[in-house]
């Protein structure tokens, strides 16, 4: 294909705005795939992706297109994942593009996640084109969104389209403004080679699939590749387009978009940002931008069954083939027994592969409360990241603690305005700014610690606004703060995986609900049961479980058959998610309990 026929872009929308039904429509409209063979939603594929409604994996999808001028064109459309954790894979898939299309809801308006993938696509010189989806709803109303994205994005929406991706309205258009509005790509084929990673998946067959978009240069199967950040070098087996299934092709050049297999070992080998060269004849520089995403959250995991261990950590190998920013590593913990202390991008990536660990691989696991990082400066002047609450050096030992904060920016009706600041308030928030976007419209913008988002924030963010709020986050780095670790008791002794790090000026509070809570969440057996808070050698906080009594316990075995097998069931599977800790069975709900204190 001349270079001058291809056009590569991506889609940016917030979540439900549209995106997948749209992506399915152009593949349609273009013939790619035929109505009969579009399984629905082609490009996201994976279950837990459609559970959620949420884009994880990236995807591509090449179209012929014949656009009214007659020509033949080359469509790339590179699929962004909607999720703030994986923030860096969709600055990536941007990279790989000229242009964007900006779908907005016309009955909903801009939201906050779409937000920071336009200014991404905008400082990557992208051209966006605004799409108002959903003209379909009786409730659209195209003029004020238009506004929206004027007032807020900055971008002319004059010549806006309005789309049904539901209906197929404004389909044709939209594929005539690609190709007219998206720039080509530049001609670079005589250049050395330089192709962007913009997406790569474990295959236990061919090894890794790396899916990339030439930059420069040109590349063939066979030839001897170098990846210049991880230096490893590997022969070509199978190069291909998608299109949007793989269809193997002999060569790919400058602006194309493509896949290739060379026995790649583990995605870590070809991460994505990473720059593909020729070993022949390597290009002098990488290609800007290359980053190893660095985990934010971490969380314990435990089999509730020891016997279990061997098999966790066979998953989080597998699982780790695929994912290289899923960091892990053994953990053993007094309370606990052994286990692993992994690292994700964000909380949704954390869910992802618990969810995959107990649903793929049949684990049972207990799973701590996610903690951020913290920087510590002993009084030696060393530096130390802290991960885990139980490790944090003590008093004596530490100069001072910073933890991670961040930018965060709220879209929400008007309405909630009162609400939400408050919300943000209790989570140490620091005002910066608010402004109208549109009447009735506000956005917020906070500085608030992440160990504060990663709890229940964005549930109770949801919650204050019916739905109807907002929000993206990203970081601004560390600042040093008066942090306490809080230690839980049971029965006197410390469980380390409940020790959390909170502000002084919150510990009180934090201790006397958390005790409470857990005094809601452990049953009670036959013995009673202290629950202390302590900061050091000092109880804050402590209430107590009594113990079962015994004309308790004989009233559960009275009634009929079908109850009593009921509670047996219930009990069972209640005891699949326990842990013993000395004499005292606590649930998982316990260990999140401090989480979803408010
Ligand atoms: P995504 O999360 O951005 O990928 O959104 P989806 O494409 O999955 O769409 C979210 C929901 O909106 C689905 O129930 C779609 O059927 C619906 N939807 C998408 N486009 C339209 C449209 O143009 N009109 C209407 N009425 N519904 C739409
Ligand atoms: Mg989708």
């Known amino acids: 294909v001349p270079v001058h026929r291809i056009r590569n872009f991506s889609i940016i929308a917030h979540i439900d705005h549209g995106k997948s039904t749209l992506a399915d429509r152009l593949l349609q409209e273009t013939g790619t795939v035929t109505a009969r063979d579009m399984k629905e939603q082609f490009l996201d594929n994976m279950e837990l992706e459609r559970e959620r409604g949420i884009t994880i994996k990236l995807q591509a999808a090449r179209m012929a297109y014949t656009a009214k001028d007659g020509e033949e064109y080359v469509l790339n459309l590179i699929d962004t994942p909607g999720h703030v954790d994986f923030s860096y894979e969709v600055s990536r898939s941007l990279a790989a593009c000229e242009g964007a299309l900006l779908v907005v809801d016309a009955s909903q308006g801009v939201e906050a996640q779409t937000l920071a993938n336009v200014y991404l696509a905008m400082e990557h010189d992208l051209e966006v084109i605004p799409v108002l989806n959903k003209i379909d709803l009786p409730g659209a109303e195209p003029d004020r969104v238009k506004q929206e994205i004027e007032e807020i994005v900055g971008l002319d929406c004059s010549q806006a389209i309005l789309a049904s991706a539901k209906e197929g309205i404004g389909v044709p258009e939209i594929l005539e403004e690609i190709v007219h509005l998206v720039p080509p790509p530049p001609d670079t084929i005589d250049q050395p080679l330089r192709a962007l990673i913009f997406d790569s998946y474990y295959d236990a067959y061919r ?25 490893k070098e590997y022969d070509i087996d199978e190069l291909g387009v998608l299109s949007p299934t793989q269809v193997q092709v002999n060569d790919l050049h400058a602006g194309e978009v493509g896949y290739l297999a060379a026995s790649i070992k583990a995605v870590e080998d070809a991460r994505v940002g990473d720059t593909i060269t020729l070993s022949q004849k390597p ?36 699982l780790k083939l695929n994912d290289a920013s899923l960091n892990y590593e053994p953990e053993t913990s007094s309370a606990m027994g052994f286990g692993f202390r992994c690292g994700f991008l964000g909380l949704l990536h954390m869910e992802i592969v618990q969810e995959r660990l107990e649903r793929e691989y049949n684990l049972d696991l207990i799973i701590t409360a996610p903690s951020v990082v913290y920087r510590v400066t002993t009084i030696k002047g060393e530096v130390v990241y802290i991960d885990n609450p139980s490790k944090l050096p003590s008093p004596q030992e530490r100069e001072k603690i910073e933890e991670p ?6 879209i929400t009706p008007e309405t909630y305005v009162g609400t939400l600041m408050e919300l943000c308030q209790t989570r140490r928030g620091i005002f910066k700014d608010m402004k109208y976007l549109t009447p009735g419209r506000t956005t917020l913008i906070y500085e608030m610690p992440l160990a504060e988002v990663v709890t229940d924030f964005f549930d109770q963010m949801k919650s204050r606004s019916r739905g ?101 069931q219930k009990q069972a599977k209640g005891k699949k998610r326990m842990k013993a800790i000395g004499t005292v069975d606590v649930p998982q709900e316990a260990f999140m309990a401090v989480l979803r204190l408010s």
């Open 207 to 231: 090894g890794v699939i790396v899916y990339f978009r030439v930059m420069d240069g040109r590349l063939k199967k066979g030839d001897r590749i170098r990846l210049m950040a991880s230096r």
């Open 468 to 568: 109807y709020a907002s929000m993206e986050y990203q970081l601004i780095g560390d600042r040093e703060n008066a942090l306490v670790r809080l230690d839980i008791l049971i029965n006197g002794d410390p469980v380390d995986p409940l020790a959390t790090i909170v502000h002084r000026d919150k510990a009180y509070g934090v201790g006397r609900a958390l005790t409470e809570k857990l005094k809601e969440l452990i049953p009670r057996h036959q013995f009673k049961i202290p629950i202390q808070a302590a900061i050091g050698s000092k109880v804050i906080a402590s209430e107590h479980i009594s113990a079962i009594r015994k004309d308790v316990l004989a009233k559960c075995y009275g009634g009929d058959i079908s109850r009593k097998k009921k509670l047996l």
């Open 405 to 410: 904060y961040v930018k965060l920016d709220i």
């Open 283 to 318: 290009a002098t520089e990488a290609l800007p931008g290359y980053v190893e995403a660095k985990p934010m959250v971490f969380c314990g995991m435990f089999p509730t069954d020891a016997d279990q261990f061997a098999d966790l950590r066979d998953a989080l190998e597998k």
